[in-house]
């Protein structure tokens, strides 16, 4: 009962959380992340929800709180572009610049990857398992895999920013 509670809130409360998540993190599905992320939180750990009021004050907390996690975290890392596979393509041409690019990838994935980030990048990117697949083999919600395989890419972006490769 009280997690329904919390979900009928959520449901009501949708757009108003996605404007205020919207406006910390300047992106529409930035913000569909965080209010993914905040709802995650609170559903999971089942906190004790007495009234609407009471959901609502949770989940505009919660809402914030991922949305400047997310933000920060962006701003450290900077931003995966949606044209990577493109973009290292074209700017990767010729021996010298494919093999830098190799290592590149190489030295993200195995020493700046933990070992989750690290299974999913390898079963996604090079052996092309879905997203689903991975999840069921990691006994992980996709949300989870999608989340943590969007860290290992910016991850990995930053390793391309440094060799000038991008």
């Known amino acids: 009962m009280k997690q ?6 959520y449901l009501d409360l949708r757009e108003r959380l996605r404007g205020s998540a919207a406006r910390i993190l300047g992106s529409g599905s930035a913000a569909d992340d965080a ?4 709802f995650y939180r609170l559903w999971r750990r089942r906190y004790p929800v007495k009234s609407s009021s009471e959901a609502e004050a949770l989940l505009q907390t919660a ?3 991922a949305a400047v996690s997310q ?7 900077g931003a995966f572009p949606e044209n990577f596979r493109e973009t290292v393509a074209e700017d990767s041409s010729g021996p010298e610049g ?10 993200a994935v195995e020493h700046r990857l933990n070992e989750v980030q690290r299974y999913i990048v390898r079963r996604k ?15 992980m919600e996709p949300a989870a895999v999608r ?13 391309y920013q440094s060799y000038g490769e991008i």
């Not at 933000?71 to 890392?77: A, C, I, N, P, Y």
């Not at 494919?98 to 030295?107: D, G, P, T, Y």
């Open 4 to 9: 329904d509670l919390l979900t009928r809130t």
């Open 35 to 38: 209010l993914q992320e905040a």
């Open 63 to 65: 809402v914030r709180h």
């Open 71 to 77: 933000w920060r975290h962006e701003r450290k890392t």
């Open 98 to 107: 494919k093999e830098r690019m190799l290592l590149a990838v190489r030295e």
């Open 125 to 139: 990117e090079f052996a092309s398992v879905s997203l689903e697949e991975i999840a069921r083999e990691l006994d």
């Open 147 to 159: 989340m943590n395989l969007s860290r290992a890419r910016k991850v990995i972006l930053e390793i």
